[in-house]
T-cell receptor, first 116, second 112 residues
């Protein structure tokens, strides 16, 4: 149980385009999902907290107009990187917390984004 | 001071060794604690939760010391497959919301 999927697993896009990443909890409902970014050899950086039915809460320094988060249902959150630039190239990972869990996060397999 | 601090290592140990990592946290109101392991270019995977009374899962033992505000992870009889980065995660209690805070991770290399 507690499986989280992400799609796509990797994507290459041109500078200026937008990319949507989906995060799904497959066998549980998640009122809260988190979006992270990780650059090579660096630690995970929390970007935002996504709550079902409400606006996402962004961490300091993360542009909410550039990283659009939608948590449309209890099993799906999406992150859209708008007008992507090469510096947005990174490993994007989502996590979800089952409603019955004591804050145990389950991570998706991540999406590797390369902007050319 | 960072909210959650870990020695980045790397810890380089032979197979069969016992190795221990510590993780300190600054928020005394922190509620939940976890150890995750992350392999290179992969997502973190939950290793174990850390309970106040301490808990053990096979070769892995986790401890929480609230007075000194640290958690520890002990790995006995290290295997080559234990080589990874170990992340501690702390959930502070803040105004009813909860935001996870990650340590930077401790790198473990187990060699033959």
């Amino acid at each position: 149980g507690a499986v989280v999927s992400q799609h796509p697993s990797w994507v290459i896009c041109k500078s200026g385009t937008s990319v949507k990443i989906e995060c799904r909890s497959l066998d549980f409902q998640a009122t809260t999902m988190f979006w992270y970014r990780q650059f090579p050899k660096q630690s995970l950086m929390l970007m935002a907290t996504s709550n079902e039915g409400s606006k996402a809460t962004y961490e300091q320094g993360v542009e909410k107009d550039k990283f659009l988060i939608n948590h449309a249902s209890l099993t799906l959150s999406t992150l859209t990187v708008t007008s992507a630039h090469p510096e947005d190239s990174s490993f994007y990972i989502c996590s979800a917390i089952p409603g019955t869990s004591d804050y145990e996060q389950y991570f998706g397999p991540g999406t590797r984004l390369t902007v050319t | 001071r960072k909210e959650v601090e870990q020695d980045p290592g790397p810890f380089n140990v032979p197979e069969g060794a016992t190795v221990a990592f510590n993780c300190t946290y600054s928020n005394s109101a922190s509620q939940s604690f976890f150890w995750y392991r992350q392999d290179c270019r992969k997502e973190p995977k939950l290793l174990m939760s850390v309970y106040s009374s301490g808990n053990e899962d096979g070769r892995f033992t986790a401890q929480l010391n609230r007075a000194s505000q640290y958690i520890s992870l002990l790995i006995r009889d290290s295997k080559l497959s234990d080589s990874a980065t170990y992340l501690c995660v702390v959930f502070p209690a803040s105004g009813g919301s909860y935001i996870p805070t990650f340590g930077r991770g401790t790198s473990l290399i187990v060699h033959p």
